[in-house]
C-alpha cells in the first residue's frame, strides 16, 4: 500500500492559489491518485481524481509529474468556504485498503 | 449526493454494551468501508466489503465485526464497547473505477 505524505498544514488568504504537494514514492502501476476534502462534522467529499499528467474540473486541478511519486492539488482563487482538511489517497478503491494519512489543515483568512 | 445513510447519527452507549451501527445505501456499489475518526486524526479503516458475505479487516478492527448480508447494507458491531472506541465512525461506498462516497458520520460516545 503507498503511503502518502502531506504538510501538516497550510494558510492562505481569499482570491490567492494554493498548491497542496502530497509526496507517494511506492506508488503502483496501477494506483491512481485521489484528493478528498472534509469539513468538521461532515463526511470527506471526493474533489479529483488522476493517473498522470494534468487533471483540471471546476473545483481545482491535479498535476502528476512523469514518475507519479508526488501529486499537487492546486485550489484556485480560494475562499473562506475552502476552509477544511485535504486527504492525498494512493491506491484503487475497491481494490486496495486505502489508507488516509493525517492530511493538510488549510486555513483561509480574509 | 450518492445514496448512502448511516445511522444512528449519534448514540451513547456504556461500556460493556454491545452497539450496532449500520450503513444503507442505495447506489448498488459493491464495495463498502468503515472509518473511525478521531481528533486530530486522518480517518483509519476498521473493515471493508467486496461483496456480499465477504469482507476483510483494516488497519483497526480488533473489537470489531462486521456483516454484510445484502448488497445495500454494511453492519459495524462493537461486541463490547469501551471508552477507546468513542469516536465518529464513517461508512463508505464505491464501486468498479469510481471514487468513494462516505456518509455523514456516527457520532458514538461510549460512557
Known amino acids: 500500500l503507498a503511503k502518502t505524505t502531506q504538510p501538516i498544514s497550510m494558510d492562505s488568504y481569499e482570491g490567492q492559489e494554493v498548491n497542496i504537494t502530497c509526496s507517494h514514492n511506492n506508488i503502483a502501476t496501477n494506483d491512481y491518485i485521489t484528493w478528498y476534502q472534509q469539513f468538521p462534522s461532515q463526511g470527506p467529499r471526493f474533489i479529483i481524481q488522476?493517473?498522470?499528467t494534468k487533471v483540471t474540473n471546476e473545483v481545482a486541478s491535479l498535476f502528476i509529474p512523469a514518475d507519479r511519486k508526488s501529486s499537487t492539488l492546486s485550489l484556485p482563487r480560494v475562499s473562506l468556504s475552502d476552509t477544511a482538511v485535504y486527504y492525498c489517497l494512493v491506491g484503487v478503491w475497491g481494490t486496495d485498503k486505502l489508507i488516509f494519512g493525517t492530511g493538510t489543515r488549510l486555513q483561509v483568512f480574509p | 449526493d450518492a445514496g448512502i445513510t448511516q445511522s444512528p447519527r449519534h448514540k451513547v452507549t456504556e461500556t460493556g454494551t454491545p452497539v450496532t451501527l449500520r450503513c444503507h445505501q442505495t447506489?448498488?456499489?459493491?464495495?463498502m468501508y468503515w472509518y473511525r475518526q478521531d481528533p486530530g486524526h486522518g480517518l483509519r479503516l476498521i473493515h471493508y466489503s467486496y461483496g456480499v458475505k465477504d469482507t476483510d479487516k483494516g488497519e483497526v478492527s480488533d473489537g470489531y465485526s462486521v456483516s454484510r448480508s445484502k448488497t445495500e447494507d454494511f453492519l459495524l458491531t462493537l461486541e463490547s464497547a469501551t471508552s477507546s472506541q468513542t469516536s465518529v465512525y464513517f461508512c463508505?461506498?464505491?464501486?468498479?473505477?469510481?471514487?468513494?462516497?462516505f456518509g455523514q458520520g456516527t457520532r458514538l460516545t461510549v460512557v
Open positions: 447506489e448498488n456499489h459493491r464495495y
Open positions: 488522476g493517473y498522470k
Open positions: 463508505a461506498i464505491s464501486d468498479e473505477d469510481t471514487e468513494a462516497f
